[in-house]
């Protein structure tokens, strides 16, 4: 499986933009999708993820209430919408497949895309 991330950018803090996580390869097995952040000198964290099937959503708090994770449409993809951006939110973005366990630890993640730079100024 390879994911491909897109959309990220330079956004002034309370704007908006739209993350796109699309998947190709060998696709069948992927039940959930999720994204995460990393900025310099942090640890990577969990943003938000997605279960093909049941459609239920997770969200860290740090972005519950200003972010969406959802499917985009018949596409292996997932999308990211990201409303009312704060400085804070500044990270690389990357998308994975969650492989088992724990739906919030990056470990339990496969298949990382490449990432997508998002930067909110002040």
């Known amino acids: 499986v390879q994911l491909q991330a897109s959309g990220g950018g330079l956004v002034q803090a309370g704007g908006s933009l739209r993350l796109s996580c699309a998947a190709s390869?060998?696709?069948?097995?992927?039940?959930?999708m999720g994204w995460f952040r990393q900025a310099p000198g942090k640890e990577r964290e969990f943003v938000a993820t997605?279960?093909?099937?049941?459609?239920?959503?997770y969200y860290a708090d740090s972005v519950k209430g200003r972010f969406t994770i959802s499917r985009d449409g018949a596409k292996v993809a997932i999308v990211l919408q990201m409303n009312n951006l704060k400085p804070e939110d500044t990270a690389v973005y990357y998308c994975?497949?969650?492989?088992?366990?724990?739906?919030?630890?990056?470990?339990?993640?496969?298949?990382w895309g490449q990432g997508t730079q998002v930067t909110v100024s002040s």
């Open positions: 997605i279960n093909w099937s049941t459609y239920n959503k």
């Open positions: 994975a497949t969650l492989r088992g366990g724990s739906k919030n630890d990056s470990g339990s993640y496969d298949n």
């Open positions: 390869g060998r696709t069948r097995n992927i039940h959930t």
